[in-house]
């Protein structure tokens, strides 16, 4: 499992009305133990999100070729331990709303890291 980083890009702002805290995961190593309920939204020309069709939570976000696909990056708020995570770094600051700061001293990226 990758760190946490906190998203601020305009498509994680659109969907969850504020930033997006996710962990990157190893496509290789990821398995979901019940797909049933998992709804994959083509947000992009690029990349879908995933979510619950039962209760709408945002659960993940990936590339949408398989072929290119390295990883997933699975949402914290789906997480039922997060005493296991820290948050690493925030991407895409230079699309952040304007109506909050970024207060702490970790590394921020104007883009993607």
Same mark, same amino acid.
């Given at each position: 499992?990758?760190?946490?980083?906190?998203?601020?890009? $305009? *498509?994680?702002?659109?969907?969850? /009305?504020?930033? %997006?805290?996710?962990?990157?995961?190893?496509?290789?190593?990821? #398995?979901?133990?019940?797909?049933?309920?998992?709804?994959?939204?083509?947000?992009?020309?690029?990349?879908?999100?995933?979510?619950?069709?039962?209760?709408? $939570? *945002?659960?993940?976000?990936?590339? /949408?070729?398989? %072929?290119?696909?390295?990883?997933?990056?699975?949402?914290?708020? #789906?997480?039922?331990?997060?005493?296991?995570?820290?948050?690493?770094?925030?991407?895409?600051?230079?699309?952040?709303?304007?109506?909050?700061?970024?207060?702490?001293?970790?590394?921020?990226?104007?883009?993607?890291?």
């Amino acid at each position: 499992m990758g760190p946490m980083i906190a998203c601020h890009c $305009s *498509q994680c702002n659109r969907s969850s /009305s504020h930033i %997006v805290a996710a962990v990157n995961v190893a496509e290789i190593g990821l #398995s979901w133990t019940r797909t049933d309920h998992i709804i994959w939204y083509a947000s992009s020309d690029f990349a879908e999100r995933g979510f619950c069709g039962r209760c709408g $939570s *945002q659960m993940a976000w990936r590339q /949408s070729d398989p %072929v290119i696909r390295k990883g997933t990056s699975l949402m914290v708020g #789906s997480f039922d331990d997060k005493d296991i995570l820290t948050l690493e770094r925030h991407i895409y600051v230079a699309h952040k709303a304007p109506y909050y700061d970024i207060t702490d001293d970790l590394p921020q990226y104007p883009h993607s890291d």
